[in-house]
T-cell receptor
């Protein structure tokens, strides 16, 4: 699976949009971009995923560049409960293999009151 | 509940003891994964089941680690002759299908401490 690069940490003011970038310049055509977050002492929580089109759900929006080499996760109105480590992961959707997720170090997002 | 359930939530064992960690996946989920998360690191893949078949165990760190899912639902991760380096959070995840793009859903893990 392609390697991803994320900033180590970011701060965001409560109520503002949090924009978390991810670089995946070696992504293949059949690899999806997934975002998970992990709040202290909990398991990773699925947020959103996409292939090439922008996606939105009740938690966040995912913007993928046209060349698919980078993406941005947007939390439209950050709250203190959004403080967590955010992981950007690319993973093949079909083919041989067990489809495990390869986590990097992620971005530690701190939402500031 | 509707989510992935893991037990125990915390486990303390003495070095050399055997431990067993349980995972109850979401009902009907075909795929089941185990991950290990060391302090301050992201989760790392251990092993994968498709129903009762263990199709990938490439991430198991040694032959002291053994996992099973005999009836294709509940899974147990067993660690024999535990060592201090086995101290970590062990996470279980399940997903409804093989391959595809469906996300994995995680439990809250078992925090294992080896004294």
């Amino acid at each position: 699976d392609a390697k991803t690069t994320q900033p180590t940490s970011m701060d965001c003011a409560e109520g503002r949009a949090a924009n978390l970038p991810c670089n995946h310049s070696t992504i293949s055509g059949n690899e999806y971009v997934y975002w998970y977050r992990q709040i202290h002492s909990q398991g990773p929580q699925y947020i959103i995923h996409g292939l090439k089109n922008n996606e939105t759900n009740e938690m966040a929006s995912l913007i993928i560049t046209e060349d698919r080499k980078s993406s941005t996760l947007i939390l439209p109105h950050a709250t203190l409960r959004d403080t967590a480590v955010y992981y950007c992961i690319v993973r093949v959707a079909a083919g041989a293999g067990s489809y495990q997720l390869t986590f990097g170090k992620g971005t530690k997002l701190s939402v500031i009151p | 509940g509707a989510g992935v359930s893991q037990s125990p939530r915390y486990k303390v064992a003495k070095r050399g003891q055997d431990v067993a960690l349980r995972c109850d996946p979401i009902s009907g989920h075909v795929s089941l994964f185990w991950y290990q998360q060391a302090l301050g690191q992201g989760p790392e893949f251990l092993t994968y089941f498709q129903n009762e078949a263990q199709l990938d165990k490439s991430g198991l760190p040694s032959d002291r680690f053994f996992a099973e899912r005999p009836e294709g639902s509940v899974s147990t991760l067993k660690i024999q002759r535990t060592q201090q380096e086995d101290s970590a959070v062990y996470l279980c995840a399940s997903s409804p299908q093989v391959g595809g793009n469906q996300p994995q859903h995680f439990g809250d893990g078992t925090r294992l401490s080896i004294l």
